[in-house]
């Protein structure tokens, strides 16, 4: 291992500010639209999806779901964060033969708040026997710079979608692939935790039976007792998995990947199923969809559409 200079380590710290400066510091996303009365949670239904569109009624029938929770916490490897409010929208066409297709949305069917990470730089990756880092290590204390926020993105569209076992305990309700985008100037802005080719793979479930309710709508969103639409509602439970498993980080910092090893080495990435979890707290969830499909076969995927559309304010 080469010695480093005082002046190499200022200039690799300078450099390292300087990339992270031109790192996006939060995930962007397009304005959603506000909907009326019962369709006000679906803003990212995908309804115009072609799967969506081509659901018949008869063999397949379209339907929207949303999942929200307001808080919770995520433990990887031997950090454990505490997370904000989460949001996951798919649409869903269900089979006769039992099965469903989920259909994301284009912006992905997950969007989170970021959450700070405990220790920040300081805590994920000091002290350390790498010249370089120990370098960073002596510039963080006290300083901005140790800051590190984590936030939560869809990486693929979710899989394995069972409606049943939103309204039991104990049964995995969707498979959802996601990474971990870790941001801070240090790290650059391509340091994650999971990819598209190796994602975090969760799989949550009910630890507690959700409270049940039904509500009637018109095609607008307004409620009606015999409207044409129909909203199940599942809300209170808390969810959980610990089955997933969590890949090293990459693309923290410089190429040489100096800063990779020491995030994974402090926070123990790779982490194999089991030594994971994910706890959400007071999920909502909503399904709604046609009452009748049948009834306007084969075009029930555009009527859901044209009615999501009209209850657009």
């Given at each position: 291992?080469?010695?480093?200079s005082?002046?190499?380590?200022?200039?690799?710290?300078?450099?390292?500010?300087?990339?992270?400066?031109?790192?996006?510091?939060?995930?962007?996303?397009?304005?959603?639209?506000?909907?009326?009365?019962?369709?006000?949670?679906f803003?990212?239904?995908p309804?115009?999806a072609?799967?969506?569109?081509a659901?018949?009624?008869f063999?397949?029938?379209?339907?929207?779901?949303?999942?929200?929770?307001?808080?919770?916490?995520?433990?990887?490897?031997?950090?454990?964060?505490?997370?904000?409010?989460?949001n996951?929208?798919?649409?869903?066409?269900?089979?006769?033969?039992?099965?469903?297709?989920?259909?994301?949305?284009?912006s992905?069917?997950?969007?989170?708040?970021s959450?700070?990470?405990?220790?920040?730089?300081?805590?994920l990756?000091?002290?350390?026997?790498?010249?370089?880092?120990?370098?960073?290590?002596?510039?963080?204390?006290?300083?901005?710079?140790?800051?590190?926020?984590?936030?939560?993105?869809?990486?693929?569209?979710?899989?394995?979608f069972?409606?049943?076992?939103?309204?039991?305990?104990d049964?995995?309700?969707?498979?959802?692939p996601?990474?971990?985008?870790?941001?801070?100037?240090?790290?650059?802005?391509?340091?994650?935790?999971g990819?598209?080719?190796?994602?975090?793979?969760?799989?949550?479930?009910?630890?507690?039976?959700?409270?049940?309710?039904?509500?009637l709508?018109?095609?607008?969103?307004?409620?009606d007792?015999?409207?044409?639409?129909?909203?199940?509602?599942?809300?209170g439970?808390?969810?959980?998995?610990?089955?997933?498993?969590?890949?090293?980080?990459?693309?923290c910092?410089?190429?040489?990947?100096?800063?990779?090893?020491?995030?994974?080495?402090k926070?123990?990435?790779?982490?194999?199923?089991?030594?994971?979890?994910?706890?959400?707290?007071?999920?909502q969830?909503?399904?709604t969809?046609?009452?009748?499909?049948?009834?306007?076969?084969?075009?029930?995927?555009?009527?859901?559409?044209?009615?999501?559309h009209?209850?657009?304010r």
């Amino acid at each position: 291992m080469p010695r480093f200079s005082p002046r190499t380590k200022v200039a690799t710290v300078s450099a390292l500010t300087a990339l992270g400066a031109l790192a996006s510091l939060g995930t962007a996303t397009a304005a959603e639209p506000a909907l009326n009365g019962e369709w006000a949670p679906f803003t990212r239904c995908p309804v115009d999806a072609p799967a969506m569109l081509a659901a018949d009624g008869f063999d397949k029938t379209p339907q929207c779901v949303v999942s929200t929770s307001a808080g919770g916490s995520i433990k990887l490897g031997r950090t454990t964060v505490v997370t904000g409010r989460t949001n996951l929208q798919i649409g869903v066409v269900q089979n006769t033969d039992g099965t469903s297709s989920v259909v994301a949305p284009p912006s992905g069917a997950l969007v989170a708040d970021s959450a700070t990470v405990p220790g920040g730089l300081l805590g994920l990756m000091c002290p350390s026997d790498i010249p370089v880092i120990t370098a960073l290590c002596e510039t963080l204390e006290n300083s901005s710079l140790n800051k590190i926020t984590a936030t939560m993105e869809s990486v693929g569209a979710p899989y394995a979608f069972d409606q049943t076992a939103g309204v039991l305990t104990d049964l995995p309700i969707v498979a959802l692939p996601v990474r971990i985008h870790l941001e801070n100037p240090l790290l650059g802005g391509k340091c994650y935790i999971g990819s598209a080719s190796h994602p975090i793979v969760l799989r949550p479930k009910n630890l507690d039976y959700p409270e049940f309710g039904m509500s009637l709508f018109q095609g607008n969103g307004t409620p009606d007792e015999s409207g044409e639409m129909s909203r199940i509602n599942l809300t209170g439970a808390t969810q959980s998995d610990s089955t997933f498993a969590v890949p090293a980080a990459t693309g923290c910092g410089l190429n040489i990947g100096l800063i990779n090893a020491a995030v994974n080495a402090k926070t123990g990435l790779p982490s194999a199923s089991g030594n994971n979890n994910l706890t959400l707290d007071d999920t909502q969830t909503h399904l709604t969809g046609l009452n009748a499909p049948g009834t306007v076969a084969p075009d029930a995927g555009r009527v859901l559409a044209e009615n999501w559309h009209s209850a657009v304010r």
